[in-house]
């Protein structure tokens, strides 16, 4: 199977763009070679619309709609599969700082469970609660900073802030486990480890690498579902992030027999199907399967964003309603995720719940040495 990705949206480090709140990841596949067998099904499409290359931005809704039933040709033709993916980046620098200053392994003054449990996800929507996109603004200025100083600084008052608003999270336990961890890390800022040490680790936490994460890991799910390899993942060389990008392939595919439990009631990240092959990083221009992904990219963009769309072009979405997938990285979707699990869990029995209280108790044992000294 052949993968070529692409992205959309991409504003670096900078989270806060009014213009471009969201980062989008587009995969195309086909068990075909794209960049073989498909440059001799869009050269006729370059002639007739007198363009060098297919830019679906340039070319906007007048222009695709020339060429809409071709293009549904040709997903026919090589039985084009479609996978898209997007990031809310101010939500990122959320999760960023949550998943930094309420790690239970480096902040003990939170509870086990709230962390390495699906519990996470319930203190993460209350604390998203406590921001405002000021506040938002500085803890990434903190977490992006190589100057230790100017980010301890930061996050001590972005701490501040948010203990100053906790009160208004309604229930107890809550409160005390926001106010215990966020007192914790104001007091032990150093050992939080909440910036990075150099510009170049900056990269491994933007947006752009989280979301080729989820992008790798799609691609690892088809490979199992098909049953088969991977024989080429194309990916749009750019100077700022390939290298980041192999650096993450590499990684998974080094770590392929590796299990990685994360805690009970969390997924098991499987990473035994990820591909064999290392990416390749290829121009835009000398790639029809990247030709192709950005034209898939700019239609589902346009969709999921409600912007007009022409009739002709939505018969693309329609042909992958049930053939692609869509992943979405932000609170709103973690909400939607959460919620219905914690819904459908069962009561528990009465032994399960004193076994519960006494776990609990073991655990605030511990976390108490922590919060009182």
């Known amino acids: 199977m052949y993968f070529y990705i692409d992205e959309s949206g991409q504003t670096g480090l900078n989270l806060f763009d009014e213009s471009q709140p969201f980062l989008y990841y587009g995969v195309l596949r086909s068990k075909l070679n794209l960049d073989v067998l498909a440059e001799k099904s869009l050269k006729p499409l370059r002639r007739k619309l007198e363009v060098e290359r297919l830019h679906a931005a340039e070319l906007g809704n007048g222009r695709l709609v020339e060429i809409a039933s071709e293009l549904n040709k040709i997903k026919k ?8 993916c997007r990031v ?36 993460l ?62 007091n032990h800022v150093s050992s939080i480890s909440y910036n990075i040490d150099t510009k170049k680790d ?29 024989s080429k993942v194309v990916v749009d060389r750019q100077s700022q992030f390939n ?4 650096y993450i392939s590499n990684f ?29 990083c290829t121009a835009g221009t000398d790639s029809a399967g990247l030709e192709l992904v950005d034209i898939y990219i700019w239609i589902f963009k346009r969709h999921v964003e409600n912007k007009p769309l022409a009739d002709e072009l939505a018969s693309i979405i329609n042909g992958q309603l049930y053939r692609g997938s869509y992943d979405e990285i932000s609170i709103n979707a973690l909400m939607n995720r959460w919620g219905k699990w914690f819904q459908d869990l069962p009561e528990p029995s009465e032994e399960q719940l004193e076994k519960a209280k006494e776990m609990v108790a073991q655990q605030e044992a511990y976390r108490k040495q922590h919060v009182e000294s």
């Open 125 to 186: 929507i209350k604390l998203a609660y406590l921001f405002d996109e000021d506040t938002l603004k500085k803890a990434w200025d903190a977490r992006i900073s190589v100057n230790d100083q100017k980010a301890h600084k930061l996050l001590i008052e972005v701490c501040e802030t948010i203990l100053g608003r906790v009160h208004n999270i309604p229930d107890a336990r809550s409160r005390e486990i926001l106010t215990d961890g966020l007192s914790w890390a104001i």
């Open 77 to 84: 033709k090589y039985d084009l599969s479609f996978d898209f």
């Open 243 to 246: 290298a980041a990008q192999e």
């Open 202 to 230: 900056a990269l491994q936490i933007s947006p752009n690498l989280v979301g080729f994460q989820s992008v790798m890991h799609g691609i690892a799910s088809r490979l199992e579902k098909a049953k088969c390899k991977a």
């Open 252 to 280: 998974y595919h080094e770590a392929r027999d590796v299990p990685w439990v994360m805690g009970p009631g969390l997924p098991q990240m499987n990473l035994s199907h990820m591909p064999t092959v290392p990416i390749t």
């Open 88 to 123: 809310a980046k101010a939500d990122h620098a959320l999760i960023s700082f949550f998943d930094q200053v309420f790690d239970q392994g480096m902040n003990p003054a939170v509870p086990w469970n709230a962390y390495w449990t699906p519990l996470r996800y319930v203190l």
